[in-house]
């Protein structure tokens, strides 16, 4: 059992690539003896979204929310972003962006 965040870790990375007018959502499970740790998520729309947007939540609680209102990519650098509650899922959705646009989304996660 570990007490402490995943540090002792192998890299992972989720993404989701939707289709038009789609949220964009990386759900990484619940574990009973982890903390999941987030290291870096990238994010796009190829078209200026209408109520573009980027949530974290961990166990159903937003932890991060930013605005997103132009299109193109972007990056966040998180280092060791994580929540000190075990077995809680984590939640990382980039908004739909309206009609037309099309939001792509990856996680890199510990």
Same mark, same amino acid.
């Given at each position: 059992m570990r007490n402490s965040p995943n540090i002792n870790y192998t890299e992972l990375t989720a993404s989701h690539y939707p289709a038009i007018n789609t949220a964009a959502v990386v759900t990484i499970a619940a574990g009973a003896d982890d903390r999941w740790v987030l290291d870096r998520i990238w994010y796009s729309y190829d078209t200026t979204p209408t109520? +573009?947007? @980027?949530?974290?939540?961990?166990?159903?609680?937003?932890?991060l929310s930013l605005a997103i209102p132009a299109a193109g990519e972007g990056e966040l650098l998180l280092d060791g972003f994580h929540n000190l509650t075990k077995n809680e899922a984590v939640v990382?959705?980039?908004?739909?962006?309206?009609?037309?646009?099309? +939001?792509? @989304?990856?996680v890199k996660y510990r």
């Open positions: 109520g +573009g947007s @980027l949530v974290v939540s961990f166990g159903g609680v937003t932890k990382v959705t980039l908004a739909s962006g309206g009609a037309g646009a099309i +939001g792509k @989304l990856t």
